[in-house]
């Protein structure tokens, strides 16, 4: 079902547009205006796309869009579905099945997150190297269809180490400063406890967020190439001396997204 569907998909948005794109990137929160880089766009609404869920979370357009950044083909994903709104994890990775049937090869996930090593401030920006999954599901539980991957699949290197060199290489090129470490992604929708961020802390996790482990693995079974990127937009609980908003954490995003474009657009550019 779920290979029919996301071929649907895939074939609907194929008759959008003349573009081709190889590569897709996700867009955190407050972290969509890297579509200001995008030339020559095609804008999908996710209402208008068959099978598609709706995307509810303020911040969050909800729309593909397609084009070109430095002359290569992307799409980008504006608005994502997170698995707090209420969604099954297949829903939640639905575009990146899509993805793949479009014949995307690469992928580029980013978010807003906490900092838990405590030397990282508001606005770094940090490179995920791996993963850890505290959602207590995930998205590959049920019928596994062999078109799509193993049902076993290897999580060794989600986050390959060769695309990871290149986005260091492109920082270091363009005067990014970016920081690596481990995302550890929870449901949400609350701000973890102190206690909580605490034994994350002890779990080696270097930041938290409630989103990107899904489609990261996802990704991953389905044979692309991913690169994490988180924006640190607050210290986690415990470590920060006060409450958090989601507020603050978009206006720190919006801020550091200035950065974060300039990479992921250069970064694009150079997948042609
Ligand atoms: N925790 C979880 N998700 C987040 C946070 C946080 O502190 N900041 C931004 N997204």
Not at 152 to 176: L, Q, R, T, W
Not at 180 to 185: L, N, P, R, S
Not at 216 to 236: E, Q, R
Request: some cysteine.
């Amino acid at each position: 079902m779920l290979f029919e569907k996301s071929n649907e998909t895939a074939n609907f948005l194929k008759g959008k547009t003349n573009y081709r794109p190889k590569t897709a990137v996700i867009l955190g929160s407050g972290l969509g205006d890297l579509v200001n880089y995008i030339e020559d766009q095609v804008e999908v609404d996710y209402k208008d796309i068959p099978h598609f869920p709706v995307s509810t979370v303020a911040g969050h357009a909800g729309k593909l869009v397609f084009g070109k950044i430095g002359g290569v083909e992307v799409v980008a994903m504006k608005g994502r579905f997170h698995f707090y709104e209420g969604y099954e994890m297949r829903t939640v990775t639905y575009p990146i099945y899509v993805f793949k049937q479009m014949g995307i090869e690469n992928i580029i996930v980013s978010n807003a997150a906490g900092g838990i090593n405590r030397t990282f401030d508001p606005g770094t920006l940090m490179i995920i190297t791996d993963f850890i999954n505290m959602f207590g599901t995930n998205p590959l539980i049920g019928h596994n269809d062999e078109r799509f991957g193993p049902r076993f699949p290897d999580m060794s290197e989600v986050y390959k180490k060769d695309f990871i060199e290149k986005a260091k290489n492109v920082a270091d090129e363009i005067g990014v400063k970016y920081r690596e470490g481990v995302y550890i992604g929870v449901t949400g929708p609350y701000y973890e406890t102190a206690a909580e961020i605490s034994a994350f802390e002890k779990l080696g996790a270097s930041a938290v967020g409630m989103s990107t482990v899904p489609e990261s693995m996802i990704a991953n079974y389905l044979g692309l190439k991913v690169l994490g990127i988180s924006c640190i937009t607050n210290m986690a609980t415990g470590i920060a001396t006060k409450a958090h908003s989601h507020e603050d954490v978009m206006a720190v995003a919006k801020r550091t997204g200035e950065d974060f474009c300039r990479w992921v657009a250069k970064i694009v550019s150079k997948l042609g």
